[in-house]
């Protein structure tokens, strides 16, 4: 009961920003400051939310459908190009430049293209998640295996291990911290870029759902909407979170706690 | 027939090969021996150890062990180096264990196979913790539990105890001549500490000069436990110093 209290008074300490921003924004709109076709106020927001709420579930379903799809996908490839990239210095190479190369261009300028090419269906948003979605975990990967104490290495060879039984005991373990660190941002850019892809052209996902209450004006649907999202985003790494504290305690750091330090979490 | 036995080895590394590390390097070690190479940090003992567990191949000479050559071949002696090298993400018994999961054991014939010696080595209790919640000692116990179970012909103990503080290292040093009279294990040990190497070995061999070479090995016929403060131990050490330092 004391816990729950605290965690309360902690939320409510960790919040407090926000939830004065709100509050400053609801009394916006309360004096007429601002008029409500400008700035709908938080109440009006929440409104819009619940009067669309089967409308915005059902784009929902096809957002997160390609987002899921789309980090499924590049989960698998990050840890295909991390492995061959980590075991072939000329796969490093070779590889690393062209893949720096397609973080640097704008996902705005590729979703179009994307479109052109692919259809209107989920064919370009899946790629375009897969895209954005697998670098942070190539780069999270490649430097977690070679965070890996060389004399580890040396004393499993030294033990007639093979190359698949060091990535196996040794280098693909010591690096799922370094993994879901790299999920975790995934994850939220899988969200937006497929929230992108969708407003650049489609039938359906939020992104669809974003163009059309803008084009009718209608703010208080498009602050929902965009809330909403940020939700989702906020669920999906909290969900990240969760995952890493039961697959993997001991390299599970609680947010706020800097570097990867086990020992302090253990000895609890 | 000696049990481990290094014929004519030497070695430059293939970068340089101008620079030669290793000249010339004959040693044997008996069967339940426990012999010790001391020489200067960066002096070439690791190379020597490398050379043996099969992770270099020198540029000439031969390894055999028992009657076999081995040279340039991993998995044959077990190899214990000064950091323990447990991995944090594995309970001390996998860590224990990892070898015989190397060699293609099961899992779990591997964790049977490692369980009985929990009690040996001064470990029980510690099976399913982490290698974070133990001390620097019991550490280097469990990394000596996981060398021996590896390979329980032959060890190489590269400075095993250096890393650990005066009073560990001294409670270490009598705890591991107890349990290596109980197992019986060959063991060649690097060390730069000539009192440890006065302490544990039967006899140890000086590597020194650049190229290094190898001394003849010198015979330390003192009754044990040897104690450090006695003058027996304290003569060999100024024999030792005077040998070691006569280039």
């Known amino acids: 009961m004391k816990k729950k209290l605290q965690?309360?008074?902690?939320?409510?300490?960790?919040?407090?920003?926000?939830?004065?921003?709100?509050?400053?924004?609801?009394?916006?709109?309360?004096?007429?400051?601002?008029?409500?076709?400008?700035?709908?106020?938080?109440a009006a927001v929440i409104m819009a939310f619940i009067k669309d709420f089967s409308l915005?579930?059902?784009?929902?379903?096809?957002?997160?459908?390609?987002?899921?799809?789309?980090?499924?996908?590049?989960?698998?490839?990050?840890?295909?190009?991390?492995?061959?990239?980590?075991?072939?210095?000329?796969?490093?190479?070779?590889?690393?430049?062209?893949?720096?190369?397609?973080?640097?261009?704008?996902?705005?300028?590729?979703?179009?293209?994307?479109?052109?090419?692919?259809?209107?269906?989920m064919t370009p948003k899946v790629v375009l998640v897969v895209m954005t979605g697998f670098f942070p975990i190539l780069i999270a990967l490649l430097d977690g295996y070679r965070a890996v104490d060389?004399?580890?290495?040396?004393?499993?060879?030294?033990?007639g291990a093979s190359q698949w039984q060091t990535y196996r005991h040794v280098k693909l373990p010591a690096s799922i911290g370094y993994f879901f660190a790299g999920l975790r941002v995934s994850v939220s850019y899988a969200l937006i870029s497929a929230v992108v892809s969708e407003?650049?052209?489609?039938?359906?996902?939020?992104?669809?759902?974003?163009?059309?209450?803008?084009?009718?004006?209608?703010?208080d649907k498009m602050f929902a909407i965009i809330f909403f999202i940020s939700f989702l985003s906020l669920i999906l790494m909290a969900g990240v979170d969760y995952l890493h504290k039961t697959l993997n305690r001991q390299s599970y750091v609680p947010r706020g706690v800097k570097g990867f330090k086990t020992e302090s979490i253990r000895k609890k | 027939m000696p049990k481990l036995e290094l014929r004519n080895i030497s070695h430059a590394f293939a970068d340089a090969p101008d620079i030669q590390i290793l000249k010339d390097i004959n040693l044997y070690?008996?069967?339940?021996?426990?012999?010790?190479?001391?020489?200067?940090?960066?002096?070439?003992?690791?190379?020597?150890?490398?050379?043996?567990?099969?992770?270099?191949?020198?540029?000439?000479?031969?390894?055999?062990?028992?009657?076999?050559?081995?040279?340039?071949?991993?998995?044959?002696?077990?190899?214990?180096?000064?950091?323990?090298?447990?991995?944090?993400?594995?309970?001390?018994?996998?860590?224990?264990?990892?070898?015989?999961?190397i060699k293609g054991k099961s899992k779990k014939e591997a964790r049977t196979m490692a369980l009985p010696y929990f009690r040996e080595f001064?470990?029980?209790?510690?099976?399913?913790?982490?290698?974070?919640?133990?001390?620097?000692?019991?550490?280097?116990?469990?990394?000596?539990?996981?060398?021996?179970?590896?390979?329980?012909?032959?060890?190489?103990?590269?400075?095993?105890?250096?890393?650990?503080?005066?009073?560990?290292?001294?409670?270490?040093?009598?705890?591991?001549?107890?349990?290596?009279?109980?197992?019986?294990?060959?063991?060649?040990?690097?060390?730069?500490?000539?009192?440890?190497?006065?302490?544990?070995?039967?006899?140890?061999?000086?590597?020194?000069?650049?190229?290094?070479?190898?001394?003849?090995?010198?015979?330390?016929d003192l009754s044990r436990p040897r104690d450090p403060l006695s003058e027996e131990v304290i003569q060999m050490k100024r024999k030792l110093k005077a040998e070691y330092l006569s280039i």
């Not at chain 2, 040279?71 to 594995?90: A, E, R």
């Not at chain 2, 019986?184 to 006065?198: G, K, R, V």
């Open chain 1, 56 to 121: 915005i579930m059902y784009h929902t379903k096809y957002t997160l459908l390609e987002a899921f799809i789309g980090m499924s996908i590049a989960i698998t490839l990050a840890f295909i190009l991390s492995l061959l990239m980590d075991r072939f210095q000329v796969l490093y190479d070779v590889l690393y430049p062209p893949i720096i190369i397609s973080q640097t261009i704008p996902t705005v300028a590729i979703a179009p293209l994307l479109i052109i090419w692919l259809g209107f269906y």
């Open chain 1, 199 to 219: 407003w650049l052209g489609g039938y359906y996902g939020l992104g669809v759902y974003m163009t059309r209450v803008r084009k009718a004006f209608a703010l």
């Open chain 2, 29 to 101: 070690v008996d069967e339940g021996e426990i012999v010790s190479i001391i020489g200067p940090s960066g002096g070439g003992k690791t190379t020597v150890f490398n050379i043996v567990a099969g992770l270099l191949e020198p540029t000439a000479g031969e390894v055999w062990l028992a009657g076999e050559d081995i040279t340039g071949k991993s998995g044959y002696v077990s190899y214990m180096l000064q950091k323990d090298l447990l991995l944090p993400f594995k309970t001390v018994l996998d860590n224990v264990a990892l070898p015989q999961i």
């Open chain 2, 122 to 220: 001064g470990l029980d209790g510690t099976e399913y913790k982490y290698p974070q919640m133990l001390s620097g000692g019991m550490k280097q116990r469990a990394a000596l539990l996981r060398t021996y179970l590896f390979e329980k012909e032959m060890a190489l103990l590269d400075e095993p105890f250096s890393a650990l503080d005066a009073i560990t290292k001294e409670g270490i040093h009598s705890w591991y001549l107890d349990i290596m009279k109980k197992i019986n294990l060959t063991t060649l040990f690097i060390t730069h500490d000539i009192e440890e190497a006065i302490l544990l070995s039967d006899r140890i061999y000086i590597l020194k000069g650049r190229p290094a070479e190898i001394s003849e090995s010198i015979l330390i």
């Open chain 1, 150 to 159: 060389p004399d580890s290495i040396k004393l499993l060879r030294s033990m």
């Open chain 1, 7 to 42: 965690n309360i008074i902690k939320f409510g300490y960790q919040y407090s920003v926000i939830l004065l921003i709100l509050a400053f924004w609801q009394g916006l709109a309360m004096t007429k400051i601002l008029p409500e076709f400008i700035l709908p106020s938080p």
